[in-house]
């Protein structure tokens, strides 16, 4: 079994900045994918950004040139710094994983989600 845990969500200014953390533990051989989505209330769950194995990231256009997703693969962790935050932003953000933990085993994993709320 694989476990994510978030944290680093919180109330902020609008202009202000969070930096979120995601672990990955468990039974882990490997881990693909790493990303945030989040989900603001009575919305659907969207893409924020994704980060591979490699590095390469994929960011949604609403939060371009603001977020930057990085990874400590030796660690198992994703991060998410949040830069000029705007209302908009509020939501649970939630953190994904696409691991392998066995032969013929690979499987998504989400994290129980971290409450960003950005208010004045």
């Not at 009575?42 to 040139?65: C, F, H, M, P, W």
Request: aromatic fraction near 8%.
């Amino acid at each position: 079994q694989v476990q994510l845990v978030e944290s680093g969500g919180g109330l902020v200014q609008p202009g202000g900045s969070l930096r979120l953390s995601c672990a990955a533990s468990g039974s882990i051989l490997s881990i693909h994918f790493m990303g945030w989505y989040r989900q603001a209330p009575e919305k659907q769950r969207e893409l924020v950004a994704t980060i591979s194995r490699s590095g390469n990231t994929n960011y949604a256009d609403s939060v371009k040139g603001r977020f930057t997703i990085s990874r400590d693969s030796a660690k198992n962790t994703v991060y998410l710094q949040m830069n000029s935050l705007k209302p908009d932003d509020t939501a649970v953000y939630y953190c994904n994983a696409l691991v392998t933990s066995g032969p013929l085993k690979t499987e998504g994993y989400w994290g129980q989600g971290t409450v960003v709320t950005v208010s004045s």
